[in-house]
């Protein structure tokens, strides 16, 4: 399978305690971004990576999250203290993004989620 | 800012009969315009997307979804429901860049349910 994947699929944690999630792309992609999904809600852009650099994050992501793509491939995305408010589904998607084709095609493929459930 | 409105959280149909799934968006600047559909425990996947030329678009499974700017619509639809066709259904905006598009403004979603 050539797809996103996101580990683990379902995480359930205590309050207060670090959580990482991890995405890896398609293997081409140099575009990583990752979105949130609330119980009910579409999901929230928080932030997105090409290659390395972080290039834009939401208001969403506030001092206890914290994303990185070090070598241009994988993604974690952490997030310290958890709260309850953090339960959510957490998607990951890539996309291949050409500086100089115009307007082609850079669709975003989706990754199955990690569901976090903190108690 | 732009934002995506669906009208209808669930929708129930037979099956057989026709789907629409409404979606409204606001944008400042003509918009690019996608609908997804997420089946359970899994990510999205595109069924269709608008981002220039002829304004009715056909996608997969069937689908189709015709954009009207006078309208600021992009509404789903398939002629007869099928049973698989249970799932959510989000509408989404983005603004395209040099290059391409950028990150994804979604609606709430619409959950359709099928029944015999």
């Known amino acids: 399978d050539t797809g996103v994947s996101q580990n683990p699929r379902h995480k359930i944690t205590k309050r207060g305690q670090n959580v990482t999630f991890r995405c890896d792309p398609i293997s081409e992609h140099n575009r990583l971004y990752w979105y949130r999904q609330t119980l009910g809600q579409g999901p929230e852009f928080l932030t997105y990576?090409?290659?390395?650099?972080?290039?834009?994050k939401s208001r969403l992501l506030s001092d206890r999250f914290s994303a990185e793509r070090p070598k241009g491939s994988f993604s974690t995305l952490e997030i310290q203290r958890t709260e309850q408010g953090d339960s959510a589904m957490y998607l990951c998607?890539?996309?291949?993004?050409?500086?100089?084709?115009?307007?082609?095609?850079?669709?975003?493929?989706f990754g199955p989620g990690t569901r976090l459930t903190v108690l | 800012a732009q934002s995506v409105t669906q009208l209808g959280s669930h929708v129930s149909v037979s099956e057989g009969a026709l789907v629409l799934l409404r979606c409204n968006y606001s944008?400042?600047?003509?918009?690019?315009l996608f609908w997804y559909v997420q089946y359970p425990n899994q990510g999205l996947q595109l069924l269709l997307k608008?981002?220039?030329?002829?304004?009715l678009v056909k996608g997969i499974n069937g689908f189709e979804a015709e954009f009207k700017k006078s309208e600021t619509s992009f509404h789903l639809t398939k002629p007869s429901a099928h049973m698989s066709d249970a799932a959510e259904y989000f509408c989404a905006v983005t603004l395209m860049f040099s290059g391409g598009y950028n990150k994804l403004i979604f609606g709430a979603g619409t959950r359709l349910a099928v029944h015999p």
């Open positions: 608008y981002t220039t030329g002829a304004t």
């Open positions: 998607a890539s996309s291949y993004h050409r500086p100089t084709s115009g307007r082609k095609n850079n669709e975003q493929f």
């Open positions: 944008s400042s600047v003509p918009p690019y």
């Open positions: 990576f090409q290659n390395e650099a972080q290039l834009e």
